[in-house]
T-cell receptor, first 113, second 112 residues
Framework: KAGVTQTPRYLIKTRGQQVTLSCSPISGHRSVSWYQQTPGQGLQFLFEYFSETQRNKGNFPGRFSGRQFSNSRSEMNVSTLELGDSALYLC????????????FGSGTQLSVL | GQNIDQPTEMTATEGAIVQINCTYQTSGFNGLFWYQQHAGEAPTFLSYNVLDGLEEKGRFSSFLSRSKGYSYLLLKELQMKDSASYLCAVARGGAGSYQLTFGKGTKLSVIP
């Protein structure tokens, strides 16, 4: 069974640009969550999608958005990039049962110059 | 809101035992997870506690005290490959409103 797949693995952008990251969950998993990981702040929750609907949202500005498709694949978008957006963006999927563990992808390392 | 604290870094010797502590403050507590993350890799699930007590799984054990808002991860017979970051994560809410909040992680270095 394939794991969670994130593309691209690495990305370099400049300030002001926008970026789209992609996540394919494990087959059969309907919940997809996104996290931002930085050395100073650790893993911070961005948002969670289930059945194409955003169910939960963290404390990030509106420049961060996402969506989920009918096949459960998800994308997140960051507009008007800032230097502080440089981070590892991790996607995690789950079947959507109570108290279940998350399966993480290897992440997209975004560098904003 | 939630507050999760764990030590930033720890060093231990190969073959020894190390305990990584995690304290938390949260409403709607619904379980505590430990994840392991090697540098440059995805976090992977280690353990889950929802009731008080000790859960043992091979060389790794995890303990929870809900009244104290406290958990620890115990690693026995340390191996060099155990050098990694260990993330404590607190769950709240149920299915449909489930949210997992992570601590900043404890970087463990195992030395010969």
């Amino acid at each position: 069974k394939a794991g969670v797949t994130q593309t691209p693995r690495y990305l370099i952008k400049t300030r002001g640009q926008q970026v789209t990251l992609s996540c394919s969950p494990i087959s059969g998993h309907r919940s997809v969550s996104w996290y931002q990981q930085t050395p100073g702040q650790g893993l911070q929750f961005l948002f969670e999608y289930f059945s194409e609907t955003q169910r939960n949202k963290g404390n990030f500005p509106g420049r961060f958005s996402g969506r989920q498709f009918s096949n459960s694949r998800s994308e997140m978008n960051v507009s008007t990039l800032e230097l502080g957006d440089s981070a590892l963006y991790l996607c995690a999927s789950s079947v959507d049962r109570n108290n279940e563990k998350l399966f993480f992808g290897s992440g997209t390392q975004l560098s904003v110059l | 809101g939630q507050n999760i604290d764990q030590p930033t870094e720890m060093t231990a010797t190969e073959g020894a035992i190390v305990q990584i502590n995690c304290t938390y403050q949260t409403s709607g507590f619904n379980g505590l997870f430990w994840y392991q993350q090697h540098a440059g890799e995805a976090p992977t699930f280690l353990s889950y506690n929802v009731l008080d007590g000790l859960e043992e799984k091979g060389r790794f054990s995890s303990f929870l005290s809900r009244s104290k808002g406290y958990s620890y991860l115990l690693l026995k017979e340390l191996q060099m490959k155990d050098s990694a970051s260990y993330l404590c994560a607190v769950a709240r809410g149920g299915a449909g409103s489930y949210q997992l909040t992570f601590g900043k992680g404890t970087k463990l270095s195992v030395i010969p």
